[in-house]
């Protein structure tokens, strides 16, 4: 998924969303309600390939530390890369561990990154295409007694009765006293990625030795056909390669030379230490064949030799596998004829010496004979430094190939930095197109505050990145920007593709009311936006100036609603812009109370507190209970009453305040900022609703909710529908408040 910016404030207004005493400054103001406070802009989901991240934790630290297990990368797609030069390193990045007698059977292959990416294993399925992972909802079970914290493997090897790969995953218990006990256990996933076969039962035991039939669609015994491809299986000498329907080779093409294929057999039957092959020197003792082959006939003909090597595509060799044998040229060579192989009993070895007894090539080699043309047949320990010449230690070495479903899967010996520079067997997978298949995953998930550091919206940023990369498997970054111009919003949204989705709050309705509101022609944009997820609501505070209070007598709301009939227009109140959540609180206030004050507008989306306790501008004021608690607790500013809905009630300090909805006057009463994760119109719904799933589990845990109630905010996380419900909810409260006091609240 491609990064994506669609930030929908304007520049000058954008740091209204900084505001608070406890969490940070103040900015200037926003006018119409389609105007965004966003504190979440952008899932930056473009595909591309993991990075090589740092090791992943291992056993016992999971045990000592449960929370801490690294996410992985939990969605990713297998893509066409370039066949002019295939990223060789990504492509052959994969352990299977699978039985060669199944893979040609199976619909689902087991694909197990290498431990060295942060890429999660994942099944391919060969008939469709796809990769299936581990469902977000499948990441706990037993009602949250057992929580998946990383998924370690899929097995071929240990399929159940339907040839379904086992799935080992990393497992932290929440137990009843509150502690927490991490274990490692398998299980088997159906076609939708949740649990045909749980890793655990609810009461502990494993359920390794359980088999389901309901579970992924395999190609079992008996019903597997072989599905037609354009491509073909060949080879040369013992290496295999795949030609197109024009005879062409698919890379990697196998050596022509025989040399070289000779040294591949040997290598890719994992030549252990110590093993022994024969070659050619010259009377320099220089090497001339590299010491790959087996026992080498005598040059027998000035100038050429033959070589000889496996034809077969077997990798065990025996007396029985297909040989073929070519001849190869020498360049001139003379001398040597007067060197004689001499065994050194010192060292067990063999080298040359003349006439005089003296060492002409130093004993060095298990066997060695005469010179004959200018070369001599020499055994030495096998070749392990030679490389043929052109040859780059990226390149794999195909071993096999198979026939899977619509797709072809390589084995091959690789050696590159993913292997820690040691030669290791990996697999890949290639379509019947001829394109290497390589893992594109997703980027990290960038979190845009479009406002400087602090305020409720980096708050409500920093609160949910820090739980997230743990449910979501991918970093997550948080980043400011205060100063993005309205062409820049415009130039970023045209950019959207499907898989991009975008992630900001508002004040709802999107793009406002017409008639009500009037707004840019932005608006549009915000009203193709997709929900996502209501992340937290937060009500405002209606607080007098103390002084003034006590001068005009007024304690608590029937006060408040009392003097307000006998003096109307005489109490001025203090909210933010048009189309912040004051101007409809007020509204609320008045047209429930019918009462008449008069609204005081300033910059931004609430005022400071000084413009009652300094300034004395009014005797009132509507903000949030971050914008009054400093002067709340310094005695300048009383509470008379929050927006909240009276089953949630707002405290401070211990100190819980009245609800304005709970006076009967006012009954029903109840008004919030809401902040809220939306998509682009072009977003892919599943990832829309993964993220979805992943927020309720954040807000659902007792730290988040602590974090919460500290601003006096209530979590959302519920669906798609139930915000879109909200956002008709509002709709209705704007225009039955706003409609018909819109100028007699100004």
Request: hydrophobic share 40%; proline share 8%.
């Amino acid at each position: 998924m491609a990064s994506m910016l669609l930030l929908l404030h304007l520049s000058q207004r954008l740091a209204a969303a900084a505001i608070g005493a406890q969490l940070a400054g103040r900015g200037p103001g926003m006018k119409a309600l389609q105007l965004l406070r966003a504190w979440l802009a952008l899932l930056a989901c473009g595909l591309g390939v993991a990075s090589a991240q740092a090791a992943p934790p291992d056993y016992q630290e999971l045990y000592a530390h449960p929370e801490r297990a690294m996410p992985m990368q939990p969605h990713w797609q297998l893509r066409p890369v370039s066949s002019s030069a295939p990223p060789w390193a990504e492509i052959f990045m994969f352990q299977i561990g699978a039985d060669p007698r199944h893979i040609d059977r199976l619909r689902w292959l087991s694909l197990n990154p290498d431990p060295n990416t942060a890429l999660a294993p994942a099944l391919f399925d060969a008939l469709e295409g796809k990769t299936l992972f581990l469902a977000p909802s499948a990441r706990s079970f037993c009602d949250g007694r057992w929580q998946v914290v990383r998924v370690d493997s899929h097995n071929n090897s240990k399929v159940n009765n339907v040839l379904q790969p086992a799935t080992k995953v990393w497992l932290v218990q929440h137990k009843p006293n509150g502690r927490r006990e991490a274990t490692t256990a398998y299980g088997h996933l159906d076609a939708q990625g949740h649990w045909a076969v749980p890793p655990v039962t609810c009461d502990g035991g494993t359920t390794n030795g359980v088999y389901s039939p309901d579970a992924v669609a395999y190609l079992v015994p008996g019903d597997a056909q072989p599905l037609p491809s354009a491509l073909r299986l060949d080879l040369v000498y013992a290496q295999p390669g795949l030609r197109d329907a024009g005879g062409r080779w698919l890379a990697p093409v196998p050596p022509r030379d025989i040399t070289t294929a000779q040294w591949m057999d040997y290598k890719k039957q994992i030549v252990t230490p110590g093993s022994l092959g024969a070659g050619l020197i010259d009377p320099q003792g220089r090497m001339v064949i590299p010491f790959t082959f087996g026992q080498l006939p005598d040059a027998t003909a000035q100038r050429r030799i033959q070589l000889c090597s496996n034809a077969g595509l077997r990798l065990q060799r025996d007396a029985g596998t297909p040989r073929v044998c070519r001849w190869q040229r020498l360049q001139r060579s003379q001398g040597g004829e007067a060197l004689r192989p001499v065994h050194d009993a010192a060292t067990g070895r063999w080298g040359y010496q003349n006439a005089r007894g003296h060492w002409v090539i130093a004993p060095q080699f298990h066997e060695a004979r005469r010179f004959r043309h200018g070369y001599a047949v020499v055994s030495a320990l096998f070749a392990e430094d030679w490389r043929p010449p052109g040859w780059r230690d990226e390149w794999p070495m195909v071993r096999q190939y198979w026939r899977m479903g619509r797709y072809w899967v390589a084995e091959a010996l690789v050696r590159n930095p993913s292997t820690a520079g040691q030669w290791a067997i990996r697999y890949g997978v290639m379509n019947d197109a001829g394109q290497w298949l390589a893992p594109q995953a997703q980027l990290p998930l960038q979190i845009t505050v479009p406002s400087p550091a602090g305020g409720r919206n980096g708050h409500y940023a920093r609160m949910v990145a820090a739980h997230l990369p743990q449910l979501l498997g991918r970093h997550v970054e948080i980043r400011h920007v205060p100063d993005a111009s309205v062409a820049d919003y415009e130039r970023l949204a045209a950019d959207g593709g499907d898989r991009q989705l975008l992630f900001t709050a508002m004040t709802l309705p999107r793009g406002g009311i017409p008639g009500l509101h009037q707004g840019p022609a932005i608006d549009t944009a915000l009203r193709s936006l997709l929900p996502v997820t209501l992340v937290a609501s937060q009500p405002l505070v209606l607080a007098i100036d103390s002084t003034q209070a006590d001068a005009l007598g007024i304690g608590n709301t029937d006060d408040l609603l009392a003097y307000a009939r006998a003096h109307p227009g005489r109490l001025r109140v203090g909210t933010g812009d048009d189309g912040w959540i004051g101007q409809l609180a007020l509204a609320e206030l008045l047209a429930r109370g019918g009462v008449d004050m008069k609204r005081q507008v300033f910059r931004g989306m609430y005022p400071d507190s000084d413009v009652v306790t300094k300034a004395h501008a009014v005797e009132l004021v509507l903000a949030p209970v971050n914008g009054v608690a400093t002067a709340v607790r310094g005695g300048q500013l009383r509470v008379l009453g929050t927006t909240a809905d009276p089953d949630h009630p707002q405290s401070l300090d211990g100190v819980t305040w009245p609800t304005l909805g709970a006076h009967a006057a006012l009954a029903g009463l109840a008004v919030y900022d809401h902040y809220i994760l939306w998509a682009a119109a072009h977003s892919d719904p599943a990832a829309n609703r993964e993220l979805q799933q992943a927020v309720a589990q954040v807000l659902a845990r007792p730290e988040v909710q602590q974090q919460l109630q500290d601003v006096q905010a209530v979590g959302g996380g519920g669906p798609p529908e139930s915000l879109l419900a909200l956002e008709a909810q509002m709709r209705e409260q704007w225009l039955r408040c706003c409609g018909k006091h819109l100028r007699s609240v100004k």
